[in-house]
């Protein structure tokens, strides 16, 4: 807990800036390393809101990438990938856990970024649980949303890269591409 709360003083004395769409409309391979350290801010129906740190990312990369959902072409659950950069891709596994998914690039370009860790939850299906998102969030523009959005506080966190988790079903090459990309967190203590 402590470690958190300090993180935590450290973001909030920093002013903030909402991204916009320049930032989501680019390449996947550029989004998601940047997206580390970047604050995601969740808004709920009661008022609330929390601010967590992204600490890690994983890139799908367009219909050639055979780990990526749009490998097959467009489909009614990959359309949402088609749309231009900025938008939530929400979809269901193992009929329990909601992934998170933010759409990179230009429109009819499907990629994007599996947000699989914020600061004190590993796991995007955790992940989800903890923020309440569910399929109504496909297609939430983050740019708009009053519930969900992203924010910059001028963090730049030192990173790793390593194969992407549980895409052995795409074969040798795709499954070993090092397009997960995982955060160092400053020590506060």
């Given at each position: ?21 320049e ?5 996947v ?12 801010v ?19 990369r ?11 072409g ?24 909601w992934?998170?998914n ?7 370009d499907?990629?994007?970024?599996l947000?699989r ?7 995007p ?8 998102i569910?399929k ?10 009053p519930?969900?959005w ?8 030192p ?14 090459t ?16």
């Amino acid at each position: 807990m402590g470690k958190e709360r300090g993180q935590e003083r450290v973001l909030n004395s920093r002013p903030t800036v909402r991204l916009g769409y320049e930032f989501f409309r680019r390449d996947v391979l550029e989004v998601a390393p940047a997206l580390l350290g970047k604050r995601l801010v969740r808004r709920y129906d009661d008022g609330r809101t929390e601010t967590f740190l992204i600490t890690e990312t994983e890139a799908y990369r367009g219909e050639e990438d055979l780990a990526c959902h749009a490998s097959r072409g467009k489909t009614p659950r990959t359309a949402t990938m088609y749309l231009p950069g900025g938008v939530l891709y929400i979809y269901l596994i193992y009929g329990m856990y909601w992934m998170m998914n933010i759409v990179t690039g230009k429109e009819e370009d499907p990629q994007a970024v599996l947000i699989r860790g914020i600061e004190g939850f590993d796991g995007p299906g955790k992940l989800t649980r903890r923020l309440g998102i569910d399929k109504s969030f496909n297609g939430e523009d983050l740019t708009t949303s009053p519930r969900i959005w992203l924010e910059d506080a001028g963090l730049t966190l030192p990173y790793t890269t390593t194969p992407r988790i549980g895409v052995d079903y795409a074969g040798e090459t795709w499954k070993n591409m090092p397009w997960r990309y995982v955060a160092y967190l400053p020590d506060n203590q």
